[in-house]
């Protein structure tokens, strides 16, 4: 028990470190701008007096360390700065955003993990079969599809064709349950379409890779049925790469949302980040790219210390 | 791995040695005659790409970014495919699209393995502090997310054609390191290595010469699988509008320009959308096929 508290607590403060050195890395890419933001903001026309004004404003005239210091500072405390484009408090942007993004990544896990589990164990049960090859096909194709091919399919079938789904996924913070859960079922079905492949092949192959071990060999010759050596026998086995698999694809859940809500005009985080982009409003892509970072990176670590706790043998690396 | 090092050893030798000659070629052939149907079904998709991005200008008679008529035209007979938002001929920039997007995917790809391979070799021969540095670096880059990280990178040096090719190689060449550092790693300790080592060979005769051709299978295979995923994200990142730019045709900005035809019913904004998915499924329907061929690195059937 020491030991996985004393490991946990390593990885978690490797963890913070990564953040750290992540957040710099994203304060500093501004730095390279050529120029600075006031010169990029006002453009080349802006004469030396206004430059030197908005400098002062920007608090452009102070040290470097000083501005990222007090940069970090304001954002643990929940304080992003103000948006360049048009002068609102960043984490009033961000604040509906972020619910609304965590909301269509959650819903699409909620489809996505029962079903590429179930899958997964299926196609390790019938392995070689017609259904096996067939869904190793299709989980091949999906992952080769970009994702608003995907979207724009769903739509095309859905929306258009047989009419049964909004094509534009409008949610606002007074949107009901029942209604929010109806417009964003197709971002997050697309959703489910892009990670499910990954997921369900790593079940698969963690299964097939157990089925050769002497005790499966063993439940074979009780005469125990398939189903239960699988079930009972391997699966248990299984679990440690199995989620860590799906806690990395969570974490691309949270990036992969970018492109499906362009396509849906899901009001969320990507859709922010992409028109800042468009904008060069640089604080605010700062702010995104902070918080997904941040959340990739949690993400991740919460897949290795899973991984550890769920295999002991890690606990002891030669 | 060893049956993989003994066949590359061999073929080395062939190269050196013709006598016992076995035609390259047909020996290919003769393989790609054994592939299943899904490698023969990818060769052939990625043929008739190549194709289409050599011969664009031959296939059609109108320009890349010409106005042929007017906007949004339905298709008939003059343009195949019908015009597309500005009234420029649908198909004519379907052919320019697989010479400007597969074109830009490829270059990047090759550039991320030039990076990722060459720092992945040195720090599994230098190791100790190269290795460590250079380790820790990849970790840290590969921390964000790769859409999140171009995106703030695109945002602060612009968009154009250098940077994206520039950031997206860079991006990439973290995953080709990590791969690169392992199966150098295992070739390292060779003995054949150590020998060589001993043999007073310098640091560039050991990595060609003696690492490079062992580690080749594993890199080949993972060259499709980069190419697909940095082909994946210049897609994405065109059709948020900050990939290639106008009026270069590509597969992505062509879906993005033309996404309210579908509302109306009309499937020839997904041709572009489509073009993309059967180039990468056909990528990795042949790269599944190499994998099995030379090593156990997939699970397989």
Redesign the interface.
């Known amino acids: 028990m020491q030991k996985i508290l004393n490991m946990v607590a390593q990885r978690l403060t490797l963890g913070l470190l ?1 953040l750290f ?2 957040s710099i ?2 304060f500093l ?2 730095e ?2 050529p120029g600075d933001l006031a010169e990029a903001m006002l453009g080349q026309s802006a004469t030396e007096e206004t430059l030197a004004a908005f400098r002062k404003e920007l608090k452009l005239d102070l040290p470097m360390h000083t501005r990222y210091l007090e940069w970090l500072f304001n954002i643990l405390q929940g304080d992003f700065g103000k948006s360049l484009a048009n002068g609102r408090e960043i984490s009033e942007l961000i604040e509906t955003r972020l619910s609304n993004t965590l909301f269509l990544a959650l819903f699409s896990a909620f489809i996505a993990v029962p079903l590429s589990l179930t899958l997964g164990v299926l196609a390790a049960m019938y ?2 079969t017609f259904y096996d090859r067939t869904v190793n ?1 299709l989980t ?2 999906s ?7 995907i979207a ?2 769903l ?2 079938v859905f ?3 047989l009419g049964w789904m909004p ?1 534009l996924s409008n949610v606002s913070p007074e949107t009901p349950l029942g209604e929010r859960l109806f417009v964003s079922l197709m971002p997050a079905l697309t959703l489910t379409l892009v990670v499910m492949a990954h997921m369900m ?1 790593m079940t ?2 963690a299964i ?2 157990l089925l050769a071990s002497p005790y499966i060999e063993m439940a074979n010759l009780k005469g125990l049925s398939r189903a239960r050596v699988i079930l009972r026998h391997a699966l248990p086995n299984a679990w440690a790469p199995i989620i860590n698999v799906v806690v990395i694809n969570l ?1 691309y859940l ?2 992969g949302v ?2 499906v809500e ?2 849906f005009v899901y009001p969320g985080l990507g859709q922010l ?2 028109d ?3 904008n ?1 409003d ?1 604080p605010v ?2 702010a ?2 902070l918080i ?2 941040a959340t ?2 949690l993400l ?1 670590l919460t897949a290795d210390i899973l991984s550890i706790i769920s295999n002991p043998r890690l606990l002891h690396p030669r | 791995m060893s049956e993989v090092e003994i066949k590359t050893a061999l073929d080395s030798a062939d190269a050196k040695a013709p006598p016992p000659k076995v035609n390259k070629w047909d020996e290919a052939m003769l393989e790609l005659k054994k592939a299943p149907w899904s490698a023969k079904f990818g060769f052939l998709v990625i043929a008739l790409y190549v194709f289409a991005a050599f011969f664009a200008p031959l296939l059609t008679p109108f320009g890349e970014s010409e106005i042929v008529g007017d906007s949004f035209l339905p298709w008939n007979e003059t343009n195949i495919l019908g015009t597309d938002n500005l009234g420029r001929d649908m198909l004519t920039r379907l052919l320019y699209g697989a010479r400007n997007t597969v074109g830009i995917a490829f270059v990047t790809t090759c550039f991320a393995f030039l990076i990722g391979g060459v720092a992945g070799m040195l720090a599994a021969i230098l190791g100790g502090w190269t290795d460590q540095v250079l380790s820790r670096i990849v970790d840290i880059l590969m921390a964000i997310p790769q859409l999140i990280f171009a995106l703030l990178l695109l945002t602060i040096f612009g968009t154009s054609i250098p940077v994206l090719i520039v950031i997206i190689a860079i991006l990439d060449s973290t995953r080709v390191f990590r791969l690169a550092r392992a199966v150098s790693h295992n070739v390292v300790v060779t003995d054949f290595v150590e020998s060589a080592r001993l043999r007073g060979e310098s640091m560039g005769w050991i990595s060609i010469r003696e690492v490079l051709p062992n580690i080749m299978p594993p890199l080949v295979a993972e060259f499709g699988l980069r190419f697909c995923f940095v082909f994946l994200l210049i897609s994405g990142l065109s059709f948020l509008g900050l990939g290639l730019q106008p009026p270069t045709a590509d597969w992505g900005s062509m879906v993005r320009d033309n996404a309210t035809l579908i509302t109306y019913g009309d499937i020839t904004p997904l041709l572009p959308a489509g073009a993309i998915a059967l180039l990468t499924v056909g990528v990795n329907f042949v790269v599944d096929w190499f994998l099995h061929k030379t090593s156990g690195l997939r699970d397989g059937q």
Not at chain 1, 143 to 149: A, G, H, L, Q, R
């Open positions: 990564v050195v992540v890395i994203i890419g501004v390279l701008l392995r070689n096909i091949l194709s992952i080769s599809f970009p994702e608003f091919f724009y399919i739509i095309f929306s258009i064709n094509s092949r698969r192959a097939i890779n974490a949270i990036v970018v492109i362009v396509v980040i992409v800042s982009v468009q060069r640089i892509v700062q995104c790219s997904f970072a990739y990176i991740n």
